[in-house]
């Protein structure tokens, strides 16, 4: 059982189901960082799944109970680590790689896989941070055109301090951006998986504090869209939460957070 106190609370996940993503530093000491930074860089090959057989180290970032206790959050307390994991490295030099899922665009509304991307060392705008577009896990990808799109308006870059580990939904468009420094930016991407429907929260959750909370499912915009996206959005978010609490009902008014309200009337006019 993992400790109340390294698990999400409410407030968190609505935060999650919002944007898709969320940046988390464990604080792991930076000797433990320069190890992994130090064995990434002696690499001759890239040994793809078999990273943790030449860095052994990184199950010690997956066993960390902060990083389990996110993850029991988000996945349920009988999730696995998938067998597929990779160690990107972003030459000196690269290109931009393209807007993509990893996912498969399949259609559903869950937090079925989470990606965790650990980051050994700091990473500036300049080291090809990953690139993110916040609230698109939500989106139907054109994945055959993602491709050809530029910038986002609301994209954000994971620049982040060394030891940081972004957790993704797996259908969140992200990519890797040009690294113009001179050093190679490491990130081990690991991938896991709910194994089980939640039949209730897995996360701090305190009733209370999620009516408090419930609004920002209704009224963060995290992504420029239309408003009948925007709607569509609120919708799925709504979906998500009853999929991951089990479908509890809180006791809220929607009325609260049902719109803005009308501009002032100016009397004076005829
Ligand atoms: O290296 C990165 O920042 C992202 C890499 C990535 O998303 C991928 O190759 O699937
Ligand atoms: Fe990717």
């Given at each position: 059982?993992i400790d109340n106190k390294f698990?999400?609370?409410?407030?968190?996940?609505?935060?999650?189901?919002?944007?898709?993503?969320?940046?988390?530093?464990?604080?792991?000491?930076?000797?433990?960082?320069?190890?992994?930074?130090?064995?990434?860089?002696?690499?001759?090959?890239?040994?793809?799944?078999?990273?943790?057989?030449?860095?052994?180290?990184?199950?010690?970032?997956?066993?960390?109970p902060?990083?389990?206790?996110?993850?029991?959050?988000?996945?349920?307390?009988?999730?696995?680590?998938?067998?597929?994991?990779?160690?990107?490295?972003?030459?000196?030099?690269?290109?931009?790689?393209?807007?993509?899922?990893?996912?498969?665009?399949?259609?559903?509304?869950?937090?079925?896989?989470?990606?965790?991307?650990?980051?050994?060392?700091?990473?500036?705008?300049?080291?090809?941070?990953?690139?993110?577009?916040?609230?698109?896990?939500?989106?139907?990808?054109?994945?055959?055109?993602?491709?050809?799109?530029?910038?986002?308006?609301?994209?954000?870059?994971?620049?982040?301090?060394?030891?940081?580990?972004?957790?993704?939904?797996?259908?969140?468009?992200?990519?890797?951006?040009?690294?113009?420094?001179?050093?190679?930016?490491?990130?081990?991407?690991?991938?896991?998986?709910?194994?089980?429907?939640?039949?209730?929260?897995?996360?701090?959750?305190?009733?209370?504090?999620?009516?408090?909370?419930?609004?920002?499912?209704?009224?963060?915009?995290?992504?420029?869209?239309?408003?009948?996206?925007?709607?569509?959005?609120?919708?799925?978010?709504?979906?998500?939460?009853?999929?991951?609490?089990?479908?509890?009902?809180?006791?809220?008014?929607?009325?609260?957070?049902?719109?803005?309200?009308?501009?002032?009337?100016?009397?004076?006019?005829?």
């Open positions: 059982m698990l999400l609370d409410d407030k968190q996940i609505f935060e999650f189901i919002i944007n898709g993503y969320m940046i988390f530093n464990p604080k792991f000491s930076a000797d433990f960082n320069k190890t992994i930074l130090q064995k990434a860089d002696a690499l001759e090959t890239n040994p793809g799944d078999n990273i943790l057989d030449e860095i052994p180290e990184l199950n010690n970032v997956w066993g960390n902060k990083v389990k206790g996110i993850l029991q959050s988000l996945l349920g307390s009988t999730y696995t680590m998938n067998s597929h994991r990779h160690c990107h490295m972003n030459e000196p030099g690269s290109v931009s790689q393209t807007w993509h899922q990893d996912g498969l665009n399949e259609r559903h509304h869950e937090v079925k896989t989470v990606l965790g991307m650990y980051y050994p060392q700091k990473v500036t705008n300049k080291m090809g941070p990953t690139a993110i577009v916040p609230g698109t896990h939500f989106r139907n990808a054109p994945s055959d055109r993602l491709a050809t799109y530029g910038n986002f308006k609301d994209q954000v870059l994971g620049t982040v301090e060394a030891g940081s580990i972004i957790f993704l939904h797996y259908d969140i468009w992200h990519a890797a951006t040009s690294n113009t420094s001179n050093k190679t930016r490491y990130m081990f991407k690991f991938l896991f998986n709910k194994n089980n429907q939640a039949k209730s929260p897995s996360w701090h959750h305190n009733p209370t504090e999620a009516v408090k909370h419930f609004g920002l499912l209704l009224t963060t915009q995290v992504c420029k869209s239309a408003q009948s996206d925007f709607y569509k959005e609120k919708f799925l978010r709504e979906k998500m939460w009853d999929n991951m609490t089990g479908g509890i009902k809180l006791n809220i008014s929607r009325d609260a957070w049902s719109g803005k309200k009308r501009p002032k009337k100016n009397t004076n006019m005829m």
